[in-house]
């Protein structure tokens, strides 16, 4: 597979909050849009669309960090071609932590790992918390604690940090499409790498974040 991002078509490609893509370009009527991402170092197809319109977009339902890839290919002439590439890099850009717990102490832990995530990541990270007056002072100069009201403008990604409820709808269901190890898997969660009963708070933040 290709490694080097391109694109020779007018289109918008977004991670925030998930990964989208909008193709306003009319050089071909369809596409064929592909969405990867990395799973145990490989290339793994989350989302195809083979007879995708010009003028129409799509966003993926799943929201833990991964690392996305978008590929595009139409018929310029008779030659079938790549038009777009886009893989997912917040290196240098903003990335922001929506905190929501209930425990000021839970939030300190989330922002020691998101002051890891920036020094692992070289981003600009933003965490927000209903108890920024109390934890400001743990931030530094690329990872800001803020209130959860403040806007924040040009954001790359974001991510929310909380035990969400577990997935109910069918593993056939195409909002849960995500590739699993054990299809199974599929029916525990949607938006958590595996069942978050079983995790404490701290940990919550990792199955969100890490790639796989």
């Excluded at 990270?125 to 209130?147: A, C, H, I, M, W």
Aim: proline share 2%; aromatic share 16%; net charge negative.
């Amino acid at each position: 597979m290709q490694n080097l991002d391109l694109s020779s078509i007018d289109a918008e490609v977004s991670y925030n909050p998930t990964p989208k893509i909008t193709i306003n370009d009319s050089l071909c009527d369809e596409y064929l849009v592909q969405l990867y991402f990395k799973y145990r170092g490989e290339w793994t197809l989350s989302h195809a669309d083979y007879k995708f319109p010009a003028y129409t977009f799509f966003y993926s339902y799943i929201t833990t960090r991964n690392k996305w890839r978008f590929k595009v290919y139409g018929f310029v002439g008779d030659a079938f071609k790549l038009l777009l590439q886009n893989t997912y890099d917040e290196t240098g850009q903003r990335v922001v932590f929506n905190l929501h717990s209930e425990s000021s102490k839970i939030d300190a832990a989330h922002i020691s790992k998101a002051i890891e995530f920036q020094k692992q990541n070289c981003c600009i990270v933003f965490v927000k918390t209903r108890f920024s007056n109390l934890l400001k002072n743990l931030g530094n100069p690329f990872v800001r604690v803020v209130d959860t009201s403040v806007d924040i403008n040009n954001i790359y990604a974001t991510f929310d940090i909380r035990q969400n409820e577990i997935l109910t709808r069918q593993h056939s269901d195409w909002t849960s499409s995500k590739h699993w190890p054990e299809r199974g898997k599929a029916l525990e969660t949607f938006n958590h790498q595996h069942n978050w009963l079983y995790y404490s708070q701290e940990d919550v933040f990792d199955d969100i974040i890490d790639y796989e």
